[in-house]
């Protein structure tokens, strides 16, 4: 191996190189690398091993040491014997090059400081992507790096982040949309049945006591949805699942009469029962945002324009605070989300397309059947596979993807792997992407924070990229205790503990 730029002992797994052949220059990545019979002291002669990933050829410009035009792909195959140079800045430069005018800046590569590392919104958003890393490793950073450079480049982007540790408020400014718990609004009558079902009787599979319930509250929700709309043309095509507003004052009016005909049988008892978990969640203030509404009215309209940013009015992101919904729910309320979005996209025939960002995506999307809410895996598996035909678009984030249904993943073709201390989360990354010659997942335990290896299709080339710092006000608020500094000051006192007190009291 030679190198224009230093010796052979520069070059590392990661290593970007260029092969010659005949009028084309062949880039590839060395994945490998090994010395068969090490010498004591490193004589010349001493052999040694590189693997290199091919990846992509340019041509041979007018100076015939400076490749040009690189495209994706190997029409042909080095020979044997061939001499291997380390790419140069300009070959890093021409390799990482901004591949289109909407192309955007997200850092810079690992292996050239100074050349940027840019991303294809089109191709990032066109087949999904995931953000992957240990905890504190940068994701939230990485996110909202990419989100920020996103929107600043299209300014009528529709992102909404699903943000369940409140952590993304401030990281965007003017371009976001802030949905907090105080004036996050999905009301019941959004929901369809299975995810209403779901928060008022929970899991009703292997109980014939709740499935009685859940079948007495599909029929009366169908009532008090006709009762609404009256003898309207519209109240013919409703359906338990239909999205049309109906009050949850006259659904109980109806139970009460459903309850009064039958007396005091045992047949009143799944009755009453319901009666008692609806009645208890409308009085649980965590609940405010599905039963909060003093009027029912059709503001479908005003609540899909907040969530999606239709019109966008400057505002392309919405980050929807999702920390004060009871983790009870969360996995219900993030269906109902992703549902809207699917159907949104579906009804909108395509013209509004969205992002939709989960963070903490193993918690809806778990590898394990057993857990988590089916209709929330079934939507979230669905936007995956279909997602693409109807412009709506999935950004996975996970600390654990491991737990991740590989099924999700798969459809992901763009990864940002940070660093992974586990064993079990790297081997499952390198068997996501078997084509990758494993070598550079080798660095997966070893990044710096805010460092990454990108690989699939928002690139051009595999590559270990140093994503831009982002200035204090931009960053995410992550909520790592702050023990050291809350130790040295004494403001727990007990004022504090009063103030504990009540909003235990109120939002229980
Ligand atoms: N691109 C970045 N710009 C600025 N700081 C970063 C960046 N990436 C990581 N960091 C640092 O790492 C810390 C953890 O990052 P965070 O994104 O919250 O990690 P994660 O979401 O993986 O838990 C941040 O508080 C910040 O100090
Ligand atoms: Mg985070």
Not at 232 to 258: F, G, Q, R
Not at 356 to 371: G, I, K, M, N, T
Request: hydrophobic letters at 40%; charged letters at 20%.
């Amino acid at each position: 191996m030679d190198s224009q730029t230093s010796g052979a002992s520069a070059v590392v797994k990661g290593t970007l190189v260029k092969i010659p052949h005949q009028s084309t220059w062949v880039f590839g990545l060395v994945t490998a690398i090994s010395i068969p019979l090490p010498s004591h002291e490193q004589t010349p002669d001493e052999q040694r091993f590189a693997e290199v990933l091919l990846l992509g050829e340019a041509d041979v410009g007018t100076d015939p040491a400076t490749p040009i035009r690189f495209e994706r792909g190997v029409s042909f195959f080095p020979s044997v014997g061939a001499q291997v140079y380390i790419a140069t800045a300009d070959d890093l430069a021409l390799v990482y090059a901004k591949r289109s005018s909407s192309s955007v800046r997200i850092g810079t590569i690992h292996q050239g400081r100074s050349i940027p590392a840019y991303v294809s919104p089109d191709r990032l958003l066109g087949k999904h992507f995931a953000v992957l890393g240990t905890t504190g490793t940068g994701k939230s950073c990485a996110v909202a790096v990419i989100l920020r450079r996103i929107v600043e480049a299209h300014r009528n982007a529709h992102i909404l982040v699903l943000d369940p540790h409140n952590e993304y408020a401030s990281a965007f400014g003017d371009y976001a949309e802030v949905i907090d718990a105080t004036s996050f609004e999905l009301p019941y009558w959004l929901f369809n049945f299975e995810e209403l079902s779901g928060s008022i009787l929970g899991d009703v599979t292997g109980s014939e006591e709740l499935q009685r319930e859940a079948t007495a509250l599909a029929a009366l929700v169908c009532r008090a949805k006709e009762a609404f709309l009256g003898n309207t043309k519209k109240a013919s095509h409703i359906t338990v699942n239909t999205p049309v507003p109906y009050k949850m004052s006259e659904l109980l009016s109806l139970l009460d009469a459903e309850m009064g005909k039958l007396g005091h049988g045992r047949n009143v008892l799944p009755l009453q029962n319901l009666k008692t978990k609806i009645n208890t969640l409308r009085n649980d203030s965590r609940y405010a945002f599905m039963f909060g509404g003093i009027a029912t009215s059709d503001n479908m309209n005003k609540i899909l324009s907040r969530i999606f940013r239709i019109p966008v009015q400057n505002k392309p992101i919405a980050i929807l605070d999702l920390s004060a919904v009871p983790s009870e729910v969360l996995n219900i309320v993030v269906s109902v989300l992703a549902r809207i979005t699917f159907d949104l996209a579906v009804f909108s025939e395509r013209s509004v397309p969205v992002l939709l960002v989960c963070e903490e995506a193993h918690r809806y999307l778990p590898a394990d059947d057993r857990q988590g809410f089916e209709p929330t895996k079934r939507i979230l598996s669905r936007i995956a596979r279909e997602g693409r035909k109807y412009g709506v678009a999935l950004g996975i984030i996970s600390q654990r993807p491991s737990d991740l249904a590989m099924s999700a993943l798969c459809q992901c073709n763009s990864i940002f792997a940070l660093r992974l201390s586990s064993t079990a989360d790297q081997e499952f990354v390198r068997a996501m992407l078997p084509d990758w010659g494993g070598g550079l997942f080798d660095f997966l335990p070893a990044l710096r924070n805010g460092e990454a290896i990108v690989i699939g299709e928002a690139v051009p080339v595999p590559a270990r990229v140093r994503f831009d710092t982002l200035p204090p006000e931009h960053m995410p608020c992550s909520k790592t205790a702050p023990f050291s500094e809350a130790w040295q000051t004494n403001g727990a006192g007990k004022d504090l503990l009063e103030g504990v007190i009540a909003r235990w009291r109120t939002e229980h």
